[in-house]
């Protein structure tokens, strides 16, 4: 049971850092979704605005570790011009060429949408913590940027499990 | 500090954050379909061989997200500012980054 240098932070790239910004998606969505004064006890929405504001921050920072790591370490090695790279065998087959062409060519850019809205849904919490129950209008503001936030991470990450799968860097 | 001090924050803040935002993703969006157009942008965006020119394209993207963020927070911290049409031009810069990055999109410029 050994994992390659590349492979190791492949993985780390994908499935711990990307993985665990998508997971907490939802339990951030519900928490966002749900947070209005009709709703929950003033001491309630106290309590949820602490884990609001760490997970937030958790997702923003996850984020940002999966597009350095991806962008700074696998992606050279993804990219490399040898011909057994995977971007060399994915071009070297007309069949496999979209894999490249579509595929990485629009996970890459956009992926990095993911932190800079994650970090500004996160900080839009912090700064106005439990007033966002009564801020309707503003919460509604932060769900949608968080919600592009996952969008962009999903199309991101979709794509990289994709292609690990089809061209896997090793 | 309780829920009911920070009732009394304006949406300045959030505004300049949102908007801040937008216009990062925006800058990386469009500096993908320009690089497609110029060749001698999509070489001095390469500022690292191994990356290529994705590194410029999401660098200049952040940093200009990190400079122009701080600058509309202090100009709007505490001030009442029109959130919904900040928020409406924020979500249609959002709606071109995504679009400019969009494969088929950049490609149609490709030289």
């Given at each position: ?7 190791f ?7 711990v ?10 339990g951030?969505f519900?928490?966002?979704?749900s ?6 006890t003033?001491p ?13 921050w ?7 570790l ?5 962008t700074?370490i696998v992606?050279?090695?993804y ?15 007309p ?15 956009v ?7 994650a970090?500004?849904a ?8 439990a007033?966002l ?15 592009i ?5 999903a199309v ?15 | 500090m ?19 935002s ?5 800058i990386t969006?469009?500096l ?14 390469e ?26 927070h202090?100009l709007w ?8 049409a ?8 959002i ?9 088929p ?7």
């Amino acid at each position: 049971m050994t994992m390659t240098e590349r492979e190791f932070w492949t993985v780390l790239h994908g499935m711990v850092f990307g993985t665990v910004f998508l997971l907490a998606f939802t339990g951030g969505f519900a928490c966002l979704w749900s947070l209005k004064r009709v709703l929950i006890t003033e001491p309630g929405i106290k309590e949820r605005i602490k884990r609001l504001i760490i997970g937030m921050w958790t997702m923003a920072i996850m984020a940002w570790l999966t597009v350095i790591s991806g962008t700074y370490i696998v992606y050279p090695w993804y990219r490399a011009g040898d011909p057994g790279s995977p971007r060399s065998l994915l071009l070297a087959n007309p069949d496999t060429q979209a894999w490249h062409t579509f595929g990485m060519e629009w996970k890459e850019h956009v992926g990095w949408f993911a932190p800079i809205l994650a970090t500004a849904a996160a900080f839009i919490v912090t700064y106005y913590g439990a007033s966002l129950a009564e801020k309707n209008r503003l919460r509604k503001a932060v769900l949608v940027l968080f919600t592009i936030a996952f969008a962009s991470s999903a199309v991101a990450g979709l794509f990289g499990a994709l292609l690990n799968k089809v061209a896997p860097i090793q | 500090m309780n829920a009911r001090t920070d009732f009394t924050k304006t949406d300045g803040v959030a505004a300049a954050a949102v908007l801040a935002s937008a216009i990062g993703v925006f800058i990386t969006g469009s500096l993908t379909t320009l690089a497609e157009i110029s060749d001698s942008l999509k070489t001095a965006l390469e500022w690292s061989g191994a990356v290529g020119p994705l590194i410029g394209k999401t660098g200049v993207g952040v940093i200009a997200w990190l400079i122009i963020w701080p600058i509309f927070h202090a100009l709007w911290r505490g001030k009442v500012v029109n959130f919904s049409a900040i928020y409406i031009v924020s979500v249609i810069l959002i709606a071109l980054g995504w679009f400019l990055t969009f494969p088929p999109v950049f490609e149609a410029f490709s030289g």
